[in-house]
């Protein structure tokens, strides 16, 4: 936001109403609810199937499973990160992957519980933005692919608050996170790394069935509940098989929304949200070797208010949340995906076909009203005119219009001006992939063509029916005269509206081959050439926006992506490999800048118009790793080190004097780090697991608007909070026999450092500097969980935030002339009950 706390109006990508929460920072612990059976490898002369692969029984990254022949307790699971089905240990990349016994175990309901576990991934729940190793933006495309099977679904930022959705987590095969650059197999947007979530496939010979049921108590809120289940198995032996599920879960609100002039509550413990999942699938065998499965899955997801209170209206230590705004936030978020895999077997080789097309509809919204308010209060405060000419209008005795504790509208009564944002995306994906069947070949590989055409829509309404009080009261005119002539509502009552519609293709091909130059050593390498092509048609309007402003533009652009690696399986339990890989997102289109108020600040520049469009960006990946298991493979380790070159970042251009911003291409940065994943079973019955996690992401140019500075070269990447550097997350569990049935105890602990470090809106430097905002304080979470298991069923007794930990997460404001503060923190302590049941 500028220093006028001016809309950055027209703007395709601009800086989101609230800052980025990372999921890192909330590293909160959910613990095991029992011991599981491990997803055993292929044998290594038996050919692997190319299909998801079922491992409901598998334990991720646990260590509690069965004992295998040499005794070890850590286990295996089969992943597909390479399109390829393998043991996760032999895979040449840095993977965390969770089935859905262990993400039970874990208490996972969606990705934000997921990344606690995650190393080198933070996740703003605001926007559903997952950042994987540093490479975060809110501008632009996504920086991070999000796959369901063979469906990429994330979303391309235009107009204001276009946010991203994640599948809740029942009834999944498995969730896979992809740390690094997956830009060849995975395509645009996978520039910092891949979530794959993986759905469990109809069985032809075997019947199977999963129950969840939970019900917690969460201190000064709402209690929460959830019912589940999933069936599946053959129709007819061998030739016609299906699976279906439903799962239905309410999340109770603890902050309360009141009456800011009163006190009084309005809506109790409003932040609540309801999800109701459902899917079905087919998988029809009619002659031997050919599978067709089409299948359909379904999410409808209800906030009813948004998780920020008002600083000034509440006490954390005392478990007092609330906040004051006039209106509810909510933001209703429905999703479909039809699809249909096709997969033929030859010898040696399948060819898989998958067509799927996304539909989906979220209604948000940020504070219209603080908005609103932000922006009226520095107009009084500086006399500045409208843009109907007012000069001399301001009425004295009024500024702050926002104080910590609401606002100050003396005899104007109630003031409200929610804002909706309204976003709509419409995916038609068309993969088709020719692959080597058996992993133990010398020429192991994959080929393939991809087709994607989308069209995404954003509107964002400030509606404000009470414009001609609100001017009248504050401007002492009406608002003909203060906003100009022309300003009359043309949209319903909006004083502000941003309209973009955009259509993009994708059309490319990719081959990725290994080849073992002796038995141990073996070399990758990968290619995927594309073309992107991007179009787009925008108009804004409204008193807020001097008038209408409209166009259209495109940007047309052929990524080559390449990727080698090299791998050494020094013997079987040690593999050691180097890659390097490129990652890019696609470009995009940037409407033009009000030249009613900007055209002094293009002018700074050297232009007469902001740019109609920005290019892709790109990411160098180097990465050195080891999977090695030790003592008797009861120690697993996982680690790798990463250096990564960002260039030509998408970024918003501030437009310092105007307020305005633009999307464009400006800035260098590296990221660096390592992560660290390890189970070890101490003795017999006593198990525990670590992830830590070290990522220091900075930019390495100066990055300049004119004169003003956008970024300092040595600032790091986040808007406006950095990542914190540091994550540990640390489980240890004890499993034991009670009356002749397995139980467990389990304690989790997770830990976020704080980030010293400066971001641009911490840099007094930099144009976007906010004195009154501060790095997120270092954070613990402490979680314990036990249970029994009796046959099929496990029941366990969990609590989550055990210390009640208050911690203030993300504190922001409307601009830094602002007084009113809002805040997130962990969810106050919860104690449940959680049931499940397996056949």
Not at 401 to 411: E, K
Not at 562 to 588: H, I
Not at 731 to 737: A, E, L, M, R, T
Not at 771 to 793: E, H, Q
Request: hydrophobic share 35%; charged share 15%.
């Amino acid at each position: 936001m500028g220093e006028m706390g001016m809309k950055p109006f027209g703007s395709f990508a601009s800086v989101r109403r609230q800052p980025q929460l990372f999921g890192g920072t909330a590293i909160a612990a959910v613990l095991l609810c029992g011991p599981a059976a491990i997803a055993q490898a292929p044998a290594p002369s038996t050919p692997v199937s190319t299909a998801p692969v079922s491992t409901a029984n598998g334990n991720g990254n646990g260590n509690n499973g069965a004992k295998g022949a040499a005794g070890a307790s850590v286990s295996e699971i089969v992943i597909t990160a390479t399109r390829q089905a393998q043991t996760l240990s032999k895979v040449p990349i840095s993977v965390s992957a969770f089935t859905e016994d262990k993400m039970d175990q874990l208490g996972v309901k969606s990705f934000a519980d997921l990344v606690r576990f995650t190393p080198g991934v933070t996740y703003d729940p605001t926007s559903k933005d997952i950042s994987i190793r540093g490479v975060a933006s809110t501008a632009g495309a996504a920086t991070t692919g999000i796959y369901i099977d063979d469906t990429p679904i994330q979303v391309h930022v235009i107009g204001f608050n276009s946010d991203n959705t994640l599948p809740a987590v029942f009834d999944l095969d498995r969730v896979e996170v992809l740390r690094g650059p997956q830009g060849t197999l995975f395509g645009a947007g996978s520039e910092g790394g891949t979530v794959r979530y993986i759905t469990p496939q109809p069985s032809l010979t075997t019947y199977s069935a999963y129950i969840r049921s939970e019900g917690s108590s969460t201190d000064g809120g709402q209690g929460s509940g959830e019912f589940g289940a999933a069936v599946g198995g053959p129709i007819v032996d061998d030739v016609l098989g299906f699976r279906v599920s439903a799962w239905y879960r309410h999340d109770g609100g603890y902050i309360n929304r009141v009456d800011q002039a009163t006190g009084q509550v309005v809506s109790p413990d409003s932040n609540s949200e309801d999800t109701f999942v459902a899917r079905a699938a087919l998988t029809w065998a009619p002659i031997a070797n050919l599978t067709i499965t089409p299948s359909i899955y379904e999410q409808i997801r209800n906030q009813h208010d948004y998780d920020f209170y008002w600083v000034g209206l509440s006490n954390p230590a005392a478990g007092v949340y609330e906040n004051g705004d006039p209106e509810s936030r909510p933001d209703p978020d429905h999703w479909t995906l039809p699809s249909l895999r096709i997969e033929y077997d030859f010898p040696g080789m399948s060819l898989i076909s998958n067509t799927s097309y996304f539909w989906r509809k979220e209604v948000g919204g940020y504070e219209g009203t603080l908005y609103n308010l932000s922006y009226f209060q520095q107009l009084i405060s500086s006399g500045t005119p409208g843009p109907g000419g007012c000069g001399a209008c301001t009425t004295t005795g009024l500024y702050p219009l926002l104080t910590p504790t609401g606002f100050n509208l003396p005899g104007f009564g109630r003031y409200s001006s929610p804002n909706t944002v309204t976003n709509k995306q419409n995916n038609l994906t068309q993969e088709i992939r020719l692959q080597s069947s058996n992993p133990n070949s010398r020429l192991v590989w994959v080929t393939g063509l991809f087709y994607q055409q989308n069209r995404q829509l954003s509107v964002e309404e400030i509606h404000d029916p009470q414009l001609e009080q609100i001017t009248n009261y504050l401007f002492g005119e009406s608002a003909e005269e203060y906003w100009g002539e022309g300003f009359e509502p043309q949209y319903g009552n909006d004083d502000y509206i941003n309209y973009d519609l955009v259509h993009s293709r994708q059309i490319a091909a990719f081959a990725d081959a290994t080849f073992a130059i002796t038995p141990q050593l073996k070399l990758e390498g990968g290619l995927r050439y594309a073309q992107t092509y991007f179009n787009y048609t925008y108009f804004t309007d409204g008193a807020q926006n001097g008038g209408f402003t409209g166009g259209n533009g495109q940007e047309t652009e052929y990524p080559l992506t390449p990727k080698a690696s090299l791998q050494y399986q020094m013997n079987r339990d040690n593999l050691f490999y180097a890659t390097y890989a490129k990652g890019y997102r696609e470009g995009g289109g940037s409407p033009e800048v009000s030249p009613t108020f900007c055209a002094a600040d293009l002018a700074a520049l050297g232009l007469t118009q902001s740019p109609p469009s920005y290019h892709s960006d790109t990411v160098d990946s180097y990465e050195l790793g080891s999977k090695n298991k030790f003592l008797d493979r009861k120690l697993q380790v996982e680690g790798s080190l990463y250096y990564l070159q960002w260039h030509n970042i998408q970024q918003e251009i501030l437009l310092p004097t105007c307020g305005y911003q633009y999307t464009g291409n400006l800035g260098e940065a590296v990221s660096k780090g390592f992560d660290l994943q390890l189970q070890y079973e101490v003795i017999e019955h006593l198990d525990t697991e670590l992830a830590v996690g070290y990522t220091d992401a900075k930019y390495t140019k100066t990055l300049y608007s004119g004169s003003s500075i956008l970024a300092n070269n040595g600032d790091a990447i986040g808007t406006p909070y950095a990542a914190p550097p540091w994550t540990v997350s640390l489980g240890v569990q004890y499993n034991f026999s009670l009356l002749d049935h397995a139980a467990f105890a389990r304690a989790d602990y997770e830990f976020t450092s704080h980030n010293s470090g400066l971001t641009p809106a911490l840099d007094p430097a930099a144009s976007s500097y906010d004195a009154a905002l501060a790095n997120p304080p270092s954070t613990t979470f402490v979680s314990l969980r036990s249970g029994v298991s009796i046959k099929g069923a496990q029941v366990s007794l969990f609590v989550d935030n055990l210390l009640n930990a208050h911690p203030g997460l993300n504190l922001t404001h409307e601009d830094q002339y602002t007084l009113l503060f809002q805040n997130t923190t962990f969810r106050p302590r919860t104690v449940g009950l959680t049931a499940t049941y397996r056949y």
